[in-house]
Structure formats: structure tokens, C-alpha cells
């Protein structure tokens, strides 16, 4: 029972003491969601949010910038590639800061950042929501509807892990 009294808070609705992180009073059903919590609590919130979700944040937003810097790297022409070769390594230099510039912005939590994201995934997954009906028209769908279903769970994931990180 260690700090059965910090960790406790009040219904609004009918005042009855709950435990804090509760988010519906179990005795009147009233939401709890605007209601301050304890210290202790949201302490422990915070230690929890540390989870999963936390570390792919992490990895996906130093994704994003490994992307910028290999493009940007392609763009002066250390990395081969088709772009320097057909003259847009300017492009491609510039697409890669901007991708590295939104990776720096992840990992630095930025609300811009998660909000461009946001998005970028939006689109992504509306434009592959558009592409299946022309994926079953292909003569051999599974490699492209593979890719699609990936580039679909990345752009889900990335919603779901700024929607969990961006909120703390
Ligand atoms: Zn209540």
C-alpha cells in the first residue's frame, strides 16, 4: 500500500476517491480525462509511455535521417546512383536535406516535424488505398502488394508512435 493517499484522485462527477490513473470513475462512469493527476502517477505514466512505442519514435526518426544524409551523399556523388548519372543530383541533394532536416526535427520531438509526418503518412496511405484496385488488375500482384502493404505499415506506424510520443 505504499502512497495509497498521493496516488489517489477525486471523481468530479461524485467526488468519490479512485485510484489516479484511472481514466473512468468506476462509480458514476464519469470520464476522468481532464482531471489532474498526482505527481506519483503521472510519473509512472511517463515511465510506461517509455515503451515500445518510444524506441521505434526513435528509430524510425534516425531512419528518416540516414535516408537524408545516403541521398544527400548520392546527390554530390560518393554513393553511386542513377540520379547523379541522369544530372539530378541536385534533386535528389536537395530531397535528401529535407529528409535529413525532418529526421534532426523527429528526434528532437519538433511539432513540425511529427506534423509533416503526420502528413506524408496520410498521403501514403491514401495514394496506396487508391492503387489497389490497380494492383488486382496486375498480371502478378503479390511482389507490388507486398511493397504496398509495407510502405501502408510504416505510414501506420509512424502515425501511431508520433500519435503516442508527440502527446507526452
Ligand atoms: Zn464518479
Same mark, same amino acid.
Not at 505504499?2 to 467526488?15: D, E, F, K, L, N
Given at each position: 500500500?505504499?502512497? *495509497? ?23 458514476? +462512469? ?20 517509455? *515503451? ?5 519514435? #526513435?528509430?524510425? *526518426? ?7 544524409? #545516403?541521398? $544527400?551523399?548520392? =546527390?554530390?556523388?560518393? &554513393?553511386?546512383?542513377?540520379? #547523379?548519372?541522369?544530372?539530378? +543530383?541536385?534533386? !535528389? =541533394? ?9 529526421? $534532426? ?13 503526420? $502528413? ?6 491514401? &495514394?496506396?488505398?487508391?492503387?489497389? @484496385? ?6 502478378? @500482384? ?6 504496398? *502493404? ?9 502515425? #501511431?508512435? !508520433? ?6
Amino acid at each position: 500500500m505504499r502512497g *495509497a493517499t498521493v496516488t489517489t484522485i477525486q471523481c468530479p462527477s461524485c467526488h468519490q476517491n479512485l485510484p489516479g490513473w484511472v481514466n473512468q470513475c468506476q462509480f458514476c +462512469g464519469a470520464s476522468l480525462s481532464g482531471v489532474q493527476r498526482p505527481a506519483a502517477v503521472v510519473q509512472q505514466r511517463k515511465a510506461q509511455g517509455r *515503451a515500445w512505442e518510444e524506441y521505434v519514435y #526513435y528509430i524510425l *526518426a534516425a531512419i528518416w535521417l540516414l535516408q537524408g544524409l #545516403y541521398q $544527400i551523399a548520392q =546527390g554530390i556523388g560518393w &554513393v553511386p546512383s542513377v540520379w #547523379y548519372a541522369i544530372g539530378g +543530383g541536385s534533386f !535528389i =541533394g536537395i530531397w535528401g536535406a529535407i529528409h535529413a532536416f525532418i529526421g $534532426i526535427g523527429l528526434l528532437t520531438e519538433a511539432t513540425w516535424a511529427q506534423f509533416i509526418v503526420k $502528413i506524408l503518412s496520410w498521403l501514403t496511405l491514401g &495514394v496506396s488505398v487508391i492503387n489497389i @484496385p490497380w494492383l488486382l488488375m496486375e498480371k502478378d @500482384p503479390l511482389v507490388p502488394a507486398l511493397f504496398l *502493404a509495407f510502405n501502408m505499415g510504416v505510414a501506420i506506424l509512424q502515425l #501511431y508512435v !508520433i500519435h503516442k510520443v508527440g502527446d507526452a
